[in-house]
């Protein structure tokens, strides 16, 4: 199973630990940092003793992309309710597509600052929006969000009835075959003039939720981004000069 937990500007350093005690307790092992505002991993071990091991494996990234640039499935936690539509999942619902897709490629799950969480932008990167129901009081720390879905996830290895679905023999769609996708996508709309009347960011919002309702590999990705970039082309063969 390969899947990783991505902190996304981390403001404290607690909770960074909160997050790797949880991550030990329910036997996740790779954790990314995402520009954290503090990063000591002799006092991330002080917090959650016993877990130096995983400590000594945390990767650290200037950017998201490129945290989940090798990532085929990307599952993000949101308190907040957005105005762009989301394909938004419950814990338990989204545990079953998190353990999936971390059995048949490369899957992540990404939480974000402390004080705003995740921007739409960053949402972007999804395949899925994770939320936790609460009472009014939508305020669940980063750590104790992260907690119920690890343990879902916990539970959801401990039933030996369940098995991961087989893929096809084409492997999933990295986040970065996607991100190049969705770029070609947006100059082939620009270069036809969609735009013109319409909202590029709300646009290509939509485009990326209509394609992340699906698992799409990597020769589909390649296809679409092909067939985007022919658009563009051929309007320059074709344009009076």
Not at 183 to 192: D, G, N, P, V, W
Not at 208 to 227: C, G
């Amino acid at each position: 199973m390969s899947l990783v937990v991505v902190l996304h500007q981390t403001q404290d350093l607690v909770n960074v630990a909160g997050v790797v005690r949880s991550m030990k307790n329910f036997g996740l092992e790779q954790l990314r940092l995402v520009s954290p505002e503090e990063f000591d991993p002799r006092r991330i071990e002080g917090i959650a003793h016993g877990t130096r091991d995983l400590i000594e494996r945390i990767e650290l990234f200037d950017a998201l992309d490129a945290a989940l640039a090798d990532r085929t499935y990307v599952a993000g936690m949101s308190a907040r309710q957005r105005a762009a539509k989301r394909n938004v999942r419950r814990p338990a619902e989204s545990a079953r597509e998190i353990w999936d897709a971390a059995e048949t490629g490369e899957a992540a799950i990404v939480l974000g600052p402390e004080d705003r969480g995740l921007t739409n932008e960053a949402l972007d990167r999804c395949h899925r929006v994770v939320t936790i129901p609460t009472s009014d009081h939508a305020a669940l720390n980063l750590a104790h969000a992260f907690t119920v879905i690890a343990y879902e996830l916990f539970r959801l290895r401990g039933d030996p009835g369940y098995k991961a679905p087989r893929r096809g023999t084409q492997p999933p769609a990295t986040r970065a075959q996607l991100e190049r996708m969705f770029a070609s996508a947006e100059e082939a709309l620009s270069s036809i003039e969609f735009f013109k009347t319409r909202n590029p960011d709300a646009v290509m919002r939509a485009v990326r939720e209509v394609v992340h309702r699906s698992p799409v590999d990597a020769r589909e990705a390649n296809l679409l981004r092909a067939m985007c970039i022919e658009v563009v082309r051929y309007l320059e063969r074709t344009r009076p000069q």
